[in-house]
T-cell receptor
Framework: AQTVTQSQPEMSVQEAETVTLSCTYD???????LFWYKQPPSRQMILVIR??????QNATENRFSVNFQKAAKSFSLKISDSQLGDTAMYFCAFMKHWRTSGSRLTFGEGTQLTVNP | NAGVMQNPRHLVRRRGQEARLRCSPMKGHSHVYWYRQLPEEGLKFMVY????????ESGMPKERFSAEFPKEGPSILRIQQVVRGDSAAYFCASSPSGASQPQHFGDGTRLSIL
């Protein structure tokens, strides 16, 4: 079974600064996907960024980027130029790769990020 | 393009009643997943369905909970004889067919048990 651990229950950052959220995972799989989802106060689940384990290059999406360290099983999220709208709960998630089928997501417990003006 | 549609947004039931939660996947998506989020916790997988088939129900409680995704119509998560501990947000997600694809989430149904 896979496990995902987010060791920071809460974090805060000043507007326009950079913040990094940590995530580690445990798996015996060699091929998988990692995700960061954002859950704002509206409680929607919004996909922020996705990383395929077989790709060495770190994924980026505008102000969001990841530091994927496969050997260390670490998958941190960096948010640059933080904005007030980034205030949300952030969940790290793991998905095993299946060639012909979908797969469940395994989530961490989340990190509540607050961006202060 | 409509996203994943869940209804109702909020559902209140008394202990012992039945709760039915509905999920219409995004257009073109044939895979549906249900997750439960207890207060102050992360999302936990419950069940994965394709049309007319349950693929993985390993996260579903053995009693009182059932799920279906019929050939026509939305996926339904059914909770019989609800108890206070069933109070949670229930999220549905969908993905296209084929190899592991990102899941797109609905806005969730918040179930409250009186």
């Amino acid at each position: 079974a896979q496990t995902v651990t987010q060791s920071q229950p809460e974090m805060s950052v000043q507007e326009a600064e950079t913040v990094t959220l940590s995530c580690t995972y445990d798996t015996s799989e060699s091929n998988y996907y990692l995700f960061w989802y954002k859950q704002p106060p509206s409680r929607q689940m919004i996909l922020v960024i996705r990383q395929e384990a077989y790709k060495q290059q770190n994924a980026t999406e505008n102000r969001f980027s990841v530091n994927f360290q496969k050997a260390a099983k670490s998958f941190s999220l960096k948010i640059s130029d933080s904005q007030l709208g980034d205030t949300a709960m952030y969940f790290c998630a793991f998905m095993k790769h299946w060639r012909t089928s979908g797969s469940r997501l395994t989530f961490g417990e989340g990190t509540q990020l607050t961006v202060n003006p | 393009n409509a996203g994943v549609m869940q209804n109702p947004r909020h559902l209140v039931r008394r202990r012992g009643q039945e709760a039915r939660l509905r999920c219409s996947p995004m257009k073109g998506h044939s895979h549906v997943y249900w997750y439960r989020q207890l207060p102050e916790e992360g999302l936990k997988f419950m069940v994965y369905l394709q049309k007319e088939n349950i693929i993985d129900e390993s996260g579903m409680p053995k009693e009182r909970f059932s799920a279906e995704f019929p050939k026509e119509g939305p996926s339904i998560l059914r909770i019989q004889q609800v108890v206070r501990g069933d109070s949670a947000a229930y999220f549905c997600a969908s993905s296209p067919s084929g190899a592991s694809q990102p899941q797109h989430f609905g806005d969730g149904t918040r179930l409250s048990i009186l």
